[in-house]
């Protein structure tokens, strides 16, 4: 009994020295795991992502800015607009239409703010404008081009060029000879697919024409990187177009010596565009879905940051970084005038200047964004009224 207390002491020493040794271990074990796996899914995970062309693209500074348009801002149709994304005025009627993401296409009165349901494509409408026939174009991301009469009928213009169906049609415009101008945003990728597009960083877009005499659609420009909205000159000798991954806008002469030449039409944007609509008033309103930062520089700078992003999003969702999103207006030249944005907005994806008031479009949120430009302007100071 006398030496049976030292062994057992000894024992528990020997015991408790065993696991205090194990904890180093464990800890290294337990944090070598997580990596090595996460190592392991990122180099089997096929996502291959290419160095994107950007060179050196420092975002241009506007002098006239307001850079808090929430606080003025006035909210239609919150609640019953589910994304709508872009916004075509119909000035006869004073009705806005806008397309949702369940696939209604709503009308919108301006003075009283009443939303009405008119007419559902089953499935997901973009880019909108008006017809000279009183109708309205629809690029819809998983129809394709659509046309809708004022009786609400639908009707399918065309869904692929050169033998390739179209993946996410996105914005269209209608020049005054009736040729519509659109865009398909990538042919590889589809609308809920679109974050995949911008990471792998490869060419997937086309500018379109579509003959509504002819019924032909023609493929004008391709491998442009997400191509986005669409607005035809009020010279009706060039369109423009948008290219988001890239930060620009492109200018497409549809007439004259130099039809068929791409040229800059503004460039290193202080923000990712979208949508782009001529007010009628010698300026062209360029939606910003999200401004620059650090963390979007860096991942569009290295593929191997896209691909570890995308490969997250896959386990743990979408990162979604979009801030200080708002619309910048620019003249006929492609020159800046105003900056409308705000930190706390984001997925700004159309501007439409109507009177004195912007409308904002956003394929996300539930509303439309109303601005009085007259009360709450752009100033030299950056700050609002």
Request: charged fraction near 25%; glycine fraction near 8%; aromatic fraction near 10%.
């Amino acid at each position: 009994m006398a030496d049976s207390r030292p062994e057992s002491d000894s024992q528990s020493r020997v015991s408790t020295s065993g696991k205090q040794r194990s904890w180093p271990f464990t800890i290294l074990l337990s944090t070598l795991l997580p990596v090595v796996a996460a190592m392991v899914v990122y180099q089997l995970d096929s996502f291959d992502p290419a160095p994107l062309p950007l060179g050196q693209q420092q975002p241009l500074v506007v002098s006239l800015r307001n850079d808090r348009m929430l606080q003025g801002a006035e909210l239609l149709g919150a609640g019953e607009l589910q994304g709508p994304e872009d916004i075509a005025y119909d000035s006869t009627s004073n009705l806005i239409y806008t397309g949702c993401k369940d696939g209604w296409i709503k009308r919108v009165r301006l003075n009283d703010s009443a939303v009405e349901n008119w007419v559902n494509t089953y499935g997901r409408p973009l880019g909108l404008a008006l017809g000279h026939n009183n109708e309205l174009i629809v690029a819809d991301a998983y129809k394709g081009l659509l046309k809708i009469s004022r009786d609400g009928e639908v009707e399918l213009l065309t869904d692929e060029a050169d033998g390739q169906k179209f993946k996410l049609t996105d914005g269209v415009d209608v020049a005054d000879d009736g040729l519509i101008y659109f865009t398909d945003a990538s042919y590889k990728y589809s609308l809920h697919e679109d974050i995949w597009d911008i990471m792998e960083g490869r060419p997937h877009g086309r500018f379109l024409s579509f003959d509504p005499i002819t019924l032909k659609t023609r493929v004008l420009v391709s491998e442009l990187y997400f191509a986005n909205g669409v607005a035809v000159s009020p010279t009706q000798d060039y369109a423009i177009f948008c290219e988001t991954v890239m930060r620009r806008c492109r200018k497409y002469y549809i007439k004259g010596n130099k039809q068929g030449q791409v040229e800059k039409f503004i460039d290193n944007l202080p923000g990712f565009p979208d949508n782009i609509k001529y007010d009628g008033d010698g300026h062209y309103w360029i939606a910003l879905v999200s401004a620059t930062s650090v963390p979007l520089d860096i991942a569009l700078k290295y593929p191997f940051i896209r691909k570890a992003m995308i490969v997250m999003q896959k386990y743990t969702g979408r990162l979604h970084m979009e801030e200080n999103a708002g619309v910048l207006a620019v003249d006929l030249e492609g020159k800046p005038v105003a900056h409308y944005y705000d930190r706390k907005l984001s997925m700004i994806t159309s501007g439409t200047k109507i009177g004195n008031r912007l409308y904002c479009g956003s394929v996300v949120h539930p509303r439309i964004l109303s601005l009085d430009l007259d009360q709450y302007p752009a100033r030299a100071t950056g700050g609002s009224k």
